[in-house]
């Protein structure tokens, strides 16, 4: 999951995860031994965590630690463990879904199971492992069509509709011979309309022939029926032999159930004999499981309504002879209740009914409905043995539920209330995992009977296992099961210990304070709050809803002041808040626009002059910032912490702001700009704007991107300002980077450690050029354009990071580590990385990671001081990358919140690398003290060499390709030209030394197919000057091949002109009026507008799109009436006839 080279992909490691997959059904399980350790495992999105709770005389700062194992490329879907914990699964959703079986301990996976269900559908919808971790259950995802829809008061689905089938797998985890991963068993769901979407799977424990799914609205139970009948007969014959020895005491039948425990192969660690047996039984070809789907209707139970299927599980605990379809199935109901199915009885409907569902006599059918919570869903379904010691203790087994209402409940298998842990109150309960098992014969307990289940139950008190639960509002608690007995259930519910806390609410943007290790994090549902990534811990947090009596002052933007004396949050309702940066108090707010705000900056000059706000409308507004924001004490009033200046509407609201941001040039002037998705660039006046006279704009350019405002089709999406040197050819951030460029909201501040190397440098470079500002703007063509900030002209265009189906980069944060300088990146989805600046289109200067499996919603960069310990031995600062991502993972996530923060350490090793971007270079060039002026021109083109040999291995073909041959061709063509076509003499073409003027290079990019507008040739030119000057070289006339290759390959659109462009570009010159341009309005835009075209530019047009020998004319050329269709068929020729 990582961009080329490999050895780039270790610049980012992940040091931590804020937040976990808190909603994701048993997505958190107990690890702990009776040693006294909290351990516990995770889900974080794509990556399972390992929690380990320090125990070092119980310090409360102490930080556990966490142990990432990192595999999936999707979310997890399915988190598993065996009773004894020796066994760890994780499943991820996902056309390529995969299931790897871990070694904890290691921190590696064991064994991986590839491609469960091939490309076919999304992955796996759910999974289950039995209990001692040999047979493992999948079910396959499958998109269903929108006529799945179903009717909210009959609970089915139109008769005329059928359901998507999905299979089930069951793997033997023990089978060592099945190398090629097939299947034991394989099932197909009914493609009867009854049967809806399945996303729930359970695998009976005693035969792993029977297992059980649900949807919302059906339960379908697949039976392998040659187990049945064997167990059938197995089940006469222990009938008969029980009839003999009836009157044999219970002792005597104790050991008898022993004696089958020990015979049997249900335990983890197989015998050598059990080994051979199960060789033997995995040469058998796949079985093909029988599925049924009993029919549910609510008055077969005497009830209003039977709710909306949740869970399932079988009751009875693992333990050997048993059958399947014989003991109890439970189905947990959205209305709190427990559907309970058993094998045998009459159906209801008679022996038709059996046929349609293609049942047996004696499969399992709803008996009855039993209530398990009374004001929530059932939300969790789980079997545990109980726990005991000494003589006159039985083990016993019971169903644990976890309902909406947050509480736990404990039945025995006859469904009798036995415990119950009610009022934790911290929302649904989502998983309930206990310790583990001291060995697999504890795991499988000891067998039940209805009487003697019911005698411990009358006779013992309740003994189970110590456990946690974990919420959907991510908590994380530890219980102890002896206190139900003790203190009672409120009593054990006061005496639950926090164990884990993850995100607070779905956060939708953070910041980072640029002097301390102190994130403030803005939820979705209203609350904001502080959190230390060195101690891990949650210093401080506010509602700004007061409770949700105003909603619209929830967060959507936030920023540190630069000197970190104070936080600027941006509300839903378009109010700006000015808070404390220690306890969150509010000291000021105000409705500046009725719309939303999107991004929140604070200037970099000295004294924290501005701060600035961009909105869903499209505007920017300045504040004058009144100096630090405190909390009022010994009686004080609260001071004014901001004064509104005005604002500009600079944007559409359909193409927003998708970077603002301040710097402060070296005349200590503030500068501050905005960039919109449709291409504008905009400056603004700080100090000449005032509240009287309001914003003042002091420029503005819709060409400089080649967006949508100039008439192109670039998108820009990300937004950060630089300050480069014309010295050396450093680009670096200044303080000046943009703090956010995430649709989200702002967040990215560079701590002031990370920025006193660069002021310590440019005291120490007095005689260097004054900076230029620039700005650094990506795009959705995968470009990163580097736009001069006083003239608003593009000097630079160079490839992004390209990932993709992940997207463009949508958020740039550019830092310094040391003398160099890099940019943290985020793509839409999926990966973050580093790139080093300037950036230049050189793969080996980029590399990402797979941070978050989702959209990623925000990036932020810091620099903190380590502390000197005995293990580093220095206080080096360290840089960290913190990453936000939603897409439903957490509680109330979506596409635009996300419950998970992970902190990625930066290693500076890997940095350099980066930087150097070919180490192999290094002193490769003969070096000669008499003509060190040689060495160095030696030296820049054989690096000149080696990047256009590079670049060319992003084209079609690589760098010897036809793309690249064809570029040659051109270049040479080019040189012939320059010579003069009309010579006499012998020419020379040369494309290896060789040159062509730099007014030629626009013309070598049309035989390309590569169409540049005077406009990008002129910036051709313009960058061409550009990088001479960042080399301390002159403006050149000539380029080589290898200058003009990179060049290309920079510039070179990603992706053809498309029919939907035309489609596009006409309805911006229709404008809504009519869906035909006649031909005398296409021509006089083509003579008036944009870059004019003149009539014998015209003509030329005609006589080449007309082909040799029409002579047509431009009105021969043009049909009467133009639309984007017949201009693209008939002008262009892009559309065939047929």
Avoid at 448 to 461: E, V
Wanted: charged letters at 25%; one cysteine or more.
């Amino acid at each position: 999951a990582s961009y080329p080279p490999r050895a780039m992909a270790h610049a980012l490691s992940l040091d931590w995860t804020h937040g976990f997959s808190s909603t994701l059904p048993n997505g958190v399980i107990n690890l702990s031994l009776d040693d006294g350790v909290t351990k516990l495992a995770f889900v974080a999105s794509h990556t399972l965590v390992v929690y380990t709770e320090a125990n070092e005389s119980n310090d409360p700062e102490k930080t556990g630690t966490q142990l990432f194992l990192q595999g999936h490329l999707n979310p997890i879907r399915s988190l598993l463990a065996s009773d004894d914990r020796r066994v760890v699964i994780t499943a991820c959703a996902g056309p390529d879904a995969q299931v790897i079986v871990w070694d904890i301990e290691k921190g590696q996976p064991k064994r991986v199971i590839n491609d469960c269900f091939g490309k076919r559908g999304s992955g796996i919808a759910g999974a289950d492992l039995t209990p001692c971790g040999r047979w493992f259950a999948a079910l396959e995802d499958v998109s269903f069509e929108e006529n799945e829809k179903v009717d909210s008061k009959t609970k089915t689905k139109s008769e005329s509709t059928s359901a998507t089938p999905q299979r089930v797998c069951v793997w033997d985890l023990l089978d060592e011979t099945n190398t090629g991963d097939t299947p034991v068993f394989i099932g197909t769901t009914p493609t009867e309309s009854y049967v809806d979407r399945q996303t729930v799977i359970k695998c009976n424990p005693n035969a792993p022939g029977e297992l059980i799914t649900n949807g919302k609205t059906s339960v379908v139970f697949f039976v392998d029926d040659d187990e049945t009948e064997e167990d059938e007969k197995r089940k006469d014959d222990d009938d008969d032999h029980d009839d003999d020895d009836h009157d044999h005491d219970d002792d005597h039948d104790d050991d008898d159930d022993h004696d089958h425990d020990d015979d049997e192969t249900f335990s983890t660690v197989p015998t050598s004999s059990d080994k051979t047996h199960e060789k033997a039984h995995h040469k058998q070809a796949t079985k093909t499981l029988r599925c049924y789907a009993p029919p549910v209707r609510a008055r077969d139970f005497s009830v209003g309504a039977v709710g909306e299927f949740t869970r399932s599980a079988f009751v009875a605990p693992a333990r050997p002879n048993a059958s399947p379809g014989r003991g109890r199935c439970v189905t947990g109901t959205a209305g709190g209740d427990l559907l309970v199915w058993q094998g045998g009885g009459v159906l209801p409907g008679g022996a038709e009914a059996f046929e349609k569902r293609n049942m047996n006599p004696g499969d399992r059918r709803g008996v009855k409905i039993v209530k398990a919570h009374a004001r929530g869903a059932v939300t969790h379904l789980g079997v545990v043995l109980g726990a005991g010691d000494g003589d006159d203790a039985r083990d016993s087994a019971f169903l644990v539920t976890g309902g909406g209402d947050g509480n736990v409940r404990f039945f025995d298998p006859e469904l009798r209330l036995v415990a119950w842990f009610d009022g934790l109150d911290s929302g649904g309960v989502s998983s309930v995992s206990f310790v583990a098992a001291a060995s697999p014969s504890t795991a499988r307990g000891t067998p039940l009977t209805a009487s003697s289940s019911a005698n411990a139950h009358a006779a013992s008190p309740f003994r189970a296992r110590d456990f946690l639960v974990a919420t959907e509002t991510s908590f994380v608690y530890g219980l102890k099961s002896n206190d139900f007995e003790l203190l009672g259930s409120s009593g054990a519910v006061e005496n639950a210990v926090l164990l884990l806390r993850g995100s607070l609410e779905p956060a939708v943007a953070f910041a980072v304070h640029p002097n301390e290790p102190v994130l403030c994090v803005c939820g979705a549902r209203g609350r904001v709050w502080l959190w230390n990534f060195v101690t891990k811990k949650v210093s401080a947090s506010r509602d700004l809803t007061l409770g949700g009596t105003h909603p619209g002052g929830s967060p959507t933007a936030v920023c540190f002041r630069r000197d970190g004396l104070g936080v600027l949050v941006g509300t839903k309702g378009g109010e700006l808040k000015a808070l404390d940066s220690n306890s969150l108090f509010e000291t000021q707010a105000m409705r500046f626009t009725p719309d939303a705000v999107t991004r929140v900056v604070s200037s970099d000059d000295a004294s924290c002059t501005y701060a600035a706000a961009a909105d869903t409308a499209g505007a920017v507004s300045l504040f004058r910032l009144l100096g630090p924001i405190h909390e009022p004490r010994d009686g004080h009033d609260t001071a004014r912490a901001f004064d509104f200046v005005g604002k500009h509407r600079t944007h559409a609201p359909e193409t927003p702001c998708v970077g603002l941001g301040f710097h402060t040039n070296s005349d200590g002037d503030v500068e501050l700009a905005s960039v919109g998705a449709e291409g504008r660039v905009a400056r603004f006046d700080v100090e000449g704007s005032t509240e009287e006279d309001g914003v003042d704009l002091v420029e503005v350019s819709d060409v400089a991107l080649s967006g949508e405002a100039a008439g192109g089709n670039v998108r820009p999406t990300a937004m950060a300002f630089l300050a480069s040197s014309l010295g050396g050819g450093d680009e670096g951030t200044g303080d000046g980077s943009d703090e956010s460029t995430s649709e989200s909201g702002e967040g990215s501040e560079k701590s002031g450690e990370g920025s006193e190397s660069s002021d310590e440098d440019s005291e120490k470079s007095t005689d260097k050029p004054s900076p230029r500002v620039q700005i650094l703007v990506a795009d959705d063509h995968l470009k990163i354009r580097t736009v001069d900030c006083d003239s608003l002209t593009c000097v630079r265009v160079a490839c992004g990071p390209d990932f993709g189906e992940h997207g463009p980069v949508t958020s740039l944060v550019p830092f310094r580590e040391g003398k160099d300088d890099f940019a943290a990146f985020a793509c839409d989805r999926d990966v973050v990385g580093i790139v080093a600046l300037p950036a230049t289109g050189d793969p080996r200067r980029a590399m990402g990671v797979v941070a978050h499996s989702g959209k990623v919603l925000q990036i932020a960069v810091a620099a903190t001081k380590r502390l000197i310990t005995a293990e580093n031995g220095s206080g080096d600062t360290e840089t960290f990358v913190f990453a936000l991502g939603g897409g439903g993972v957490g509680f109330g996530d979506s596409e635009n919140c996300g419950c998970i923060l992970s902190v990625w350490r930066v290693d500076k090793s890997s940095l350099r690398r980066l930087q150097t971007s070919d180490p192999s270079s290094t002193g490769s060039a003969t070096t000669s003290s008499t003509d060190p002026e040689r060495d160095q021109k030696k030296a820049r083109r054989l690096a000149s060499k080696r990047l256009a040999f590079r670049m060319a291995g992003l084209l079609e073909g690589g760098p010897r390709g036809a793309l690249v041959n064809a570029a040659r061709d051109a270049f040479a063509f080019a040189q012939l030209t320059a010579q003069g076509e009309l010579a006499s003499s012998d020419r020379a073409v040369d494309t290896r030394y060789g040159t062509v003027p730099v007014s030629s290079v626009a013309g070598i990019f049309r035989p390309l197919g590569v169409y540049l507008t005077q406009r990008e040739a002129n910036d051709v030119s313009v960058e061409i000057r550009h990088c001479a000057e960042l080399n301390k070289l002159p403006p050149p006339t000539e380029i080589d091949f290898d200058a003009f290759l990179v060049l290309f390959v920079n510039r070179r659109p990603v992706r053809d002109i498309r029919l939907t462009d035309l489609e596009n570009a006409f309805a911006i010159m229709l404008d809504d009026e009519g869906d035909f341009l006649s031909r005398k309005s296409l021509l006089e835009m083509l003579k008036t507008s944009g870059e004019a075209v003149s009539d014998l530019e015209l003509v030329e047009i005609a006589r080449v799109l007309g082909g040799a020998g029409q002579n047509k004319s431009i009105k021969d050329l043009f049909p009467e009436n133009v639309n984007a269709k017949n201009f693209a068929r008939d002008v262009l020729g892009f559309i065939s006839e047929g």
